[in-house]
T-cell receptor, first 117, second 114 residues
Framework: AQKITQTQPGMFVQEKEAVTLDCTYDTSDQSYGLFWYKQPSSGEMIFLIY??????QNATEGRYSLNFQKARKSANLVISASQLGDSAMYFC??????????????FGTGTRLTIIP | DVKVTQSSRYLVKRTGEKVFLECVQDMDHENMFWYRQDPGLGLRLIYF???????EKGDIPEGYSVSREKKERFSLILESASTNQTSMYLCASSLWGRSSYEQYFGPGTRLTVT
């Protein structure tokens, strides 16, 4: 069974500072993928970044980067130069396979990030 | 752009009613998913479908059923709604076959059962 743990229910960060959102995972699969999604107050889920378990380089997408430490089973999201529009709920998720070989995502409980002007 | 639509943004139903939540995607995705989102619990997978008429239980399927008669449409059914099914319901879809394929989400349906 896969498990995602996000230990920070909420964070307050000053605008323009860098932010690290923590995510640890547990799986017995050799092949898996890690995702981060953003959910603004409007409710839609927005895909931010993906890291495959065999990817040697940390994933980056604009101001977002994923600090992937396989041995520690962590996949932290780093947001550089935070902006007011970054205020949202952030979810870490892991792709794995079910017992029938189908793909599914397991989500963490989320971190609510608030950027302070 | 991928578009996933859900039939209602807000829904209020009475205990014991049969409730249908509809989801439609327009990008020919094989996989479709239903989640419920509750504060402090994140998103939990109820059911998903990887092909027409094919389904698999997620982590919390009790009290729910699903139907997928056409590739683009995936319905979540609450056979007899109960107050503990008051929640935000999110539908998602994705391509099958590559681990990097992200899921695309609909806007959500906030269901209140009274």
């Amino acid at each position: 069974a896969q498990k995602i743990t996000q230990t920070q229910p909420g964070m307050f960060v000053q605008e323009k500072e860098a932010v690290t959102l923590d995510c640890t995972y547990d799986t017995s699969d050799q092949s898996y993928g890690l995702f981060w999604y953003k959910q603004p107050s409007s409710g839609e889920m927005i895909f931010l970044i993906y890291q495959g378990s065999y990817d040697e380089q940390n994933a980056t997408e604009g101001r977002y980067s994923l600090n992937f430490q396989k041995a520690r089973k962590s996949a932290n999201l780093v947001i550089s130069a935070s902006q007011l529009g970054d205020s949202a709920m952030y979810f870490c998720a892991m792709r794995g396979l079910t017992n029938f070989g189908n793909e599914k995502l397991t989500f963490g409980t989320g971190t609510r990030l608030t950027i302070i002007p | 752009d991928v578009k996933v639509t859900q039939s209602s943004r807000y829904l209020v139903k009475r205990t014991g009613e049969k409730v249908f939540l509809e989801c439609v995607q327009d990008m020919d995705h094989e996989n479709m998913f239903w989640y419920r989102q509750d504060p402090g619990l994140g998103l939990r997978l109820i059911y998903f479908s990887y092909d027409v008429k094919m389904k698999e239980k997620g982590d919390i399927p009790e009290g729910y059923s699903v139907s997928r008669e056409k590739k683009e449409r995936f319905s979540l059914i609450l056979e007899s709604a109960s107050t503990n099914q008051t929640s935000m319901y999110l539908c998602a879809s994705s391509l099958w076959g590559r681990s990097s394929y992200e899921q695309y989400f609909g806007p959500g349906t906030r269901l209140t059962v009274t």
